[in-house]
């Protein structure tokens, strides 16, 4: 297989916040933590805690109220989020549904889809890679849901960001395929040295992909901690929401 | 939680589109001021032109809502074969040219007409259609359906659910269900037709006219083309001004239904109706009234259609090169009000629906009048202040899909990088291919069917078609006229077609 071309190169991917507050309206959140490079850590904690605040600040769609988003040693706080070298899929809209596969993936690479031959090459190993090999004409609605979650993550590989946010973008599917996509997020992000943060609300799958786990609760993001570690003695604030 | 942000487009062309429509509201409205003779007030011709614009504008917004009633209760209640090709039709007297309505209810109603004819030969004396009841009767054509599809609108609006509740308790679904429903729905139907009636020049100038039946818009036009006392129009168009901002304000707090709006295909199940002889007489009768008319153009316009002067041909071409300008205009300087958006922008999208095209024509006039013979440039000031009299419809239309795709994807465009024209042409664009299709046909068939500008400011030769029809009825060439008539129909619904037709294109949006 494939994939060399697309590794970073091993010293990236250090995601840390300094100090970072997030505000929306009436709530805040304060995060100082470190995400560790090539690891994937899972973001769990109750409804309306701040998991998507966060993602929202780290991609820099939400202007931190104070404090720093550092990566590799780089302040990225003031980039634009198309800018940062993150790579981001939501809960949904990861597609621009009037575009063909290739394209969707293409926008990876250049936004303006001015794709040289080599990189339609590369558009179409990637969807070779993630198991979408001959559909890159068609266009998503012509896709199952996990084909379609599929498409986000080829774009996210040739986009090749040494950062990855899942904001549950697999949340709409079925267990199976749920479980299929995580195990593709490993077996293709994690083995390319991404540096993976993902939303949760199950341990099941904190247990399946992730490495650590970081507690956000009560509008405080905890450190991450190994993922058996903490699942298997909760804290009393894990433990309320696991029931 | 949504903190939208959204991929940076350009500013200077929001900013270029804004200008424009201040310049053709509020600068030509400061021209018409500055110009206007206040030292003599208002003469008792003026007065009586406000005293009939109110007046006819009032009984034809009173008449229309009140026809519309049994019509759009007829439509909601009864399924039968052909209902949805008549709400349909329903819509397109809002493309249909006035003239070319004016010439079919002639054909009718007028001196030579089907009805005329029917009283002489009964014995009696024959009817005259010109004065109040004629502007009114054109009005209520116009309105009539416009208010029928309001009206519809609310009655679908009540949950099916309600009415199988009524049924069930055995309870008057008309003090219950409807009644509250026409409250809330008509008054606003009636400000918004009594708002189109204080603006529409054509039916005035064709239907309307003398000491009698006269409205401001006619005075203005009057005052312009036949006494130049230009002073005196610019004081008439302050006049227009304030009623047009006055029924704006009133009708901006009560409306926010949309005519065009679609989910109309759907009756409602009633378990509490006997009879439906009424129904269906109430709808036939609406019917004939609406189609007669249109009938009678092609009836008459036909035989002498291959015989049309060059004149009328060439007043086609005129026309049709407005009518694209103008849809062109129009469409981009909506994209670009909707794309920079805010609250300005809106107020300013909205601003020309308190614009009497009369008011803007004579500011125009003003302004160009010291430096251009105003004949030399009709075309583009037709152009212009047709782009922007549409824009609101064109806003309404593109605006909230604007919004959509900002809400739905401006996050992934700005986190791949997208921005300026790579947004516009990968994400915006295709995706309003839809709203922007539907706007440009909007305005395209409205600025070809205008009878407005125009009249100011043409000369021989620069008639544009629905002009050239007026000149020809004027002549009394009524054959030769219905076959303009034809021509003007057939283009301008022809433009509305391909430009809607174009905006669907594309299946999988």
Redesign the interface.
Same mark, same amino acid.
């Given at each position: 297989m494939r994939c060399s071309g697309f590794v970073t190169d091993g010293g990236a991917g250090v995601l840390r916040c300094e100090d970072l507050v997030l505000r929306q309206g009436a709530f805040s959140l304060r995060a100082d933590v470190v995400f560790a490079r090539s690891k994937v850590t899972a973001l769990i904690g109750p409804s309306g805690a701040g998991k998507s605040t966060l993602l929202a600040g780290l991609a820099g769609f939400l202007p931190p109220a104070s404090g720093r988003v550092i990566l590799d040693d780089v302040d990225v706080t003031e980039a634009a989020p198309g800018k940062r070298p993150i790579s981001m899929l939501f809960q949904d809209n990861n597609l621009f549904p009037h575009l063909s596969v290739a394209q969707n993936v293409g926008l990876g690479l250049r936004p303006d889809l001015r794709l040289s031959e080599e990189e339609k090459n590369h558009v179409a190993t990637a969807l070779s890679e993630v198991g979408l090999a001959g559909l890159d004409m068609r266009k998503p609605a012509a896709l199952s849901g996990g084909q379609q979650s599929r498409v986000a993550l080829a774009r996210v590989l040739v986009a090749n960001r040494p950062v990855v946010l899942l904001d549950e973008p697999f949340s709409a599917l079925g267990p199976a395929l749920k479980d299929e996509m995580l195990d593709l997020v490993k077996s293709k992000l994690v083995a390319a040295g991404k540096t993976v943060v993902m939303i949760t609300h199950d341990p099941a799958d904190a247990r399946r992909i992730a490495d650590m786990v970081a507690l956000v609760d009560a509008g405080e993001v905890h450190a991450p901690v190994a993922t058996d570690v903490l699942l298997n003695d909760p804290p009393a604030a894990l433990r309320a929401y696991l029931g | !939680?949504a903190?939208s =942000?959204v991929p940076v487009t350009p500013r200077w062309p929001g900013v270029a589109a804004a200008a424009l429509v201040l310049v053709l509201t509020l600068g030509t409205l400061a021209a018409v001021g500055w110009r206007a003779e206040w030292g003599g007030g208002l003469a008792p011709a003026d007065w009586a032109a406000v005293r009939f614009t109110l007046v006819q504008a009032l009984l034809s917004a009173l008449l229309s809502v009140l026809l519309a009633i049994p019509v759009a209760r007829a439509l909601a209640r009864r399924g039968f074969y052909g209902r949805n090709l008549l709400i349909t039709l329903l819509g397109a007297p809002f493309l249909l040219p006035v003239i070319v309505a004016v010439l079919g209810l002639l054909a009718i109603f007028g001196r030579g007409g089907l009805l005329n004819d029917g009283l002489v030969w009964l014995g009696f004396q024959p009817l005259s259609i010109f004065g109040l009841h004629g502007v009114v009767l054109a009005h209520v054509f116009f309105n009539l359906p416009l208010a029928v599809r309001f009206i519809l609108q609310g009655w679908l609006s009540i949950p099916a659910e309600r009415f199988r509740l009524a049924a069930s308790l055995n309870a008057p679904v008309g003090r219950l269900l409807e009644w509250p429903m026409l409250r809330a729905v008509v008054p606003s139907t009636f400000l918004v037709v009594f708002l189109i009636c204080l603006t529409s020049f054509a039916v005035a100038l064709t239907m309307g006219g003398g000491p009698r039946a006269t409205t401001v818009e006619l005075a203005i036009y009057q005052a312009v083309r036949f006494d130049f006392d230009l002073g005196r129009a610019a004081l008439l168009a302050c006049i227009q001004f304030g009623l047009c901002v006055l029924a704006a304000a009133l009708a901006w707090r009560v409306t926010g239904n949309d005519p065009m709006g679609a989910g109309m295909d759907r009756v409602v199940q009633r378990w509490d109706l006997s009879r439906p002889v009424v129904d269906y007489v109430v709808i036939l009768l609406a019917a004939l009234f609406l189609l007669l008319p249109l009938a009678m153009i092609l009836f008459r316009g036909l035989p002498a259609f291959a015989d049309m002067p060059a004149t009328v041909w060439a007043a086609a071409f005129r026309s049709l090169y407005v009518a694209i300008g103008s849809a062109a205009l129009c469409v981009l300087m909506a994209l670009a009000l909707a794309l920079r958006g805010g609250v300005m922008v809106s107020v300013i999208g909205v601003m020309p629906l308190a614009a009497s095209g009369l008011v803007v024509g004579t500011g125009a006039f003003l302004i160009v009048f010291p430096f251009v013979r105003p004949a030399d440039i009709a075309l583009l000031v037709t152009m212009l202040v047709n782009a922007t009299l549409a824009l609101p419809f064109a806003l309404r239309s593109i605006a909230p899909s604007v919004a959509q795709i900002n809400e739905?994807?401006g $996050? /992934?465009g =700005?986190? /791949?990088? !997208? #921005?300026g024209?790579?947004w516009l #042409?990968?994400?915006v664009l295709? $995706?309003l291919r839809r709203p922007l299709g539907f706007a440009a046909g909007l305005a395209a068939a409205l600025s070809m069917g205008d009878l407005g500008v125009i009249a100011l400011f043409a000369g021989q030769g620069q008639e544009t078609l629905p002009l050239a029809m007026y000149r020809l009825m004027g002549a009394y060439r009524m054959e030769t006229a219905a076959s303009a008539a034809l021509l003007l129909v057939v283009l301008s619904f022809a433009l509305f077609w391909i430009c809607d037709r174009w905006g669907r294109g $594309?299946a999988? !949006?």
């Open positions: - | !939680m903190h =942000l739905s994807y $996050r /992934l =700005l986190g /791949l990088d !997208m #921005r024209w790579t #042409r990968w994400v295709p $995706r $594309r999988e !949006m």
